[in-house]
């Protein structure tokens, strides 16, 4: 049987642990819950099958983005949807930057 794909991070964050998940998963533990103290991309949570998260990181801003995710779900992909119509290109990326 053909294992599932991995999930890979909406965000790009240095020091990502998405290559390491496989190897990572091995030393969890079977618990109810997941503490993240350096939440980063999320790589390690959204590969994890626990019934609860708690994700920390010195980041706020990263924080926000979780908390926004999980609690309004539509209204960010609605406000994401600008940054993207564009193209996704360079020079789109620096007009909204701009803004």
Not at 10 to 30: C, I, N, S, T, Y
Not at 51 to 58: G, I, K, T
Request: proline share 6%; charged share 25%; aromatic share 14%.
């Amino acid at each position: 049987m053909k294992k599932p794909a991995l999930i890979r991070s909406p965000l790009k964050w240095a020091g990502g642990k998405f290559d390491v998940v496989p190897q990572l998963r091995e030393h969890l533990p079977k618990a109810g819950y997941l503490i993240e103290p350096f939440v980063g991309g999320g790589s390690v949570f959204m590969n994890t099958d626990y019934d609860h998260y708690v994700l920390c990181d010195s980041n706020p801003a990263l924080i926000n983005f979780y908390r926004f995710l999980t609690t309004d779900t539509t209204a960010l992909i609605d406000r994401s949807w600008s940054l993207f119509r564009d193209g996704g290109t360079r020079e789109a990326y620096e007009r909204n930057r701009q803004t």
